[in-house]
């Protein structure tokens, strides 16, 4: 950590910070300028509340060197992490894997013709929320366990992973029969005994980015499953808010390679979410997997304006044929495949 003292700081509140850093572990090594005093802390500093220094008489500005997590860093695996799935499927190598499928399971037939299509496309995932976080109590909720039940008796019909979003800590066992991926939504990126208890599970956990998270908040929330030993995580950009409202959310495609820098874990993107709108999803699905996306997961659907949830932002199932052409191009551009 580095403490820059005020120009105008005295030697008596200089020797009071180097104090309350010593106190809270940290060595000071300290250079004295013409006109300004600089402390280096260095020891444990991951564990300091930096705020608390800000606040002292005298200081200017203080800010962390090394980051505040360690699992989650670059530095901990710098080669990058590749989560495997019991089938052979991988995220995080070169080649960039699709998920698909409905917002939220609603009928049988409706997942099994999303299933074929997606496979047929040459998705390896299916997608659906079978437990909905929505803004809305009286807006549809999802079918609960029944739900999972077919998207699992789909996706075996057509040899492809499920993945689908946990809510809270009690559905966690109820759902590892059926899910090949745990979701964690933007609504619980800071749900921490949630992201503790799957630190627990061995499954693979999409944690999504919250709508006002920083990076290094959801960065610090994968610490949080990874220090339970779980080390298969992968991070989704799924647009922020921002007080930009012709899109749904502001898909912050920038967030991909800066995860890349500061994180080895998979990062993945979601256009559905991240615009709202099916004519911004392609576009934003393309710069995504230019960017450096591992995997792209979209909402498609058999009859996308029906859809019982995000119905705006939902695919039609010739429009996820045609990106999903589009997205080859782009993945042999940058030396990937598809
Ligand atoms: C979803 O995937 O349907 C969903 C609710 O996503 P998010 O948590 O990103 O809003
Ligand atoms: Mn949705």
Redesign the pocket.
Known sequence: MIVAMQEKATEEQIDFVIDAMVDAGVGVHRTTGASQTILAGVGPTASVDLSKFELLPGVLHVHRISSPYKLAGRGFRPEGTIVEFRNGVKVGNERIAVMAGP?SVESHDQIFETAARVKAAGGSFLRG?AF??RSSPYAFQGMGISGLELMREAADAHGLLVVS?VMEISQIESMLPYVDLL?V???NMQNFNLLRELGQVRKPVLL?RGIAATIEELLLSAEYILSGGNYDVILCE?GIRTYETSTRNTMDISAIPVVKKYSHLPIIA?PS?GTGRRDMVAPMAKAAVAAGADAIIVEVHPNADKAAS?AAQTLYLDQFDKLMGELRVIATAIGRTM
């Open positions: 917002c929320g909905k976080p979003e979701q939504g933007a609504r999504k799924r979601d979410h995000d």
